[in-house]
């Protein structure tokens, strides 16, 4: 099981990114996938997540209405969809997976089993 994040960067207040979760080693479609971040200083947090099978979403209340999870099974891909982003958004991203197939989504670390190595996203002026 791999997966590895990519897409962050720097970019000003207001701008927008988009996150990819690659994937390999089993089946996307039948995992939950969850993105969390780490400030400097802070714990990681659950941002989002997609759960397995029904694609049901689930987002943290400070990246409600500008932040969007999506899949493509045949990709093996996950993406997060940042917009309208704000000098809080600055931290390291990661991607994360449960080893049981057919999971929800969780906001919560510990049910996650395997995580990719985290990409830098770096909003400011």
């Known amino acids: 099981v791999q997966l590895q994040a990519s897409g962050g960067g720097l970019v000003q207040p207001g701008g927008s990114l988009t996150l990819s979760c690659a994937t390999s080693?089993?089946?996307?479609?039948?995992?939950?996938i969850g993105w969390f971040r780490q400030a400097p200083g802070k714990e990681r947090e659950g941002v989002s997540c997609?759960?397995?099978?029904?694609?049901?979403?689930y987002y943290a209340d400070s990246v409600k209405g500008r932040f969007t999870i999506s899949r493509d099974n045949n990709k093996n891909t996950v993406y997060l969809q940042m917009n309208s982003l704000k000098p809080e958004d600055t931290a390291v991203y990661y991607c994360?997976?449960?080893?049981?197939?057919?999971?929800?989504?969780?906001?919560?670390?510990?049910?996650?089993?395997?995580w990719g190595q985290g990409t830098l996203v770096t909003v400011s002026s």
């Open positions: 994360a997976t449960d080893e049981l197939p057919g999971s929800s989504c969780s906001k919560y670390r510990a049910v996650y089993d395997y």
């Open positions: 080693g089993f089946t996307l479609e039948y995992y939950v």
């Open positions: 997609i759960s397995a099978i029904d694609d049901n979403a």
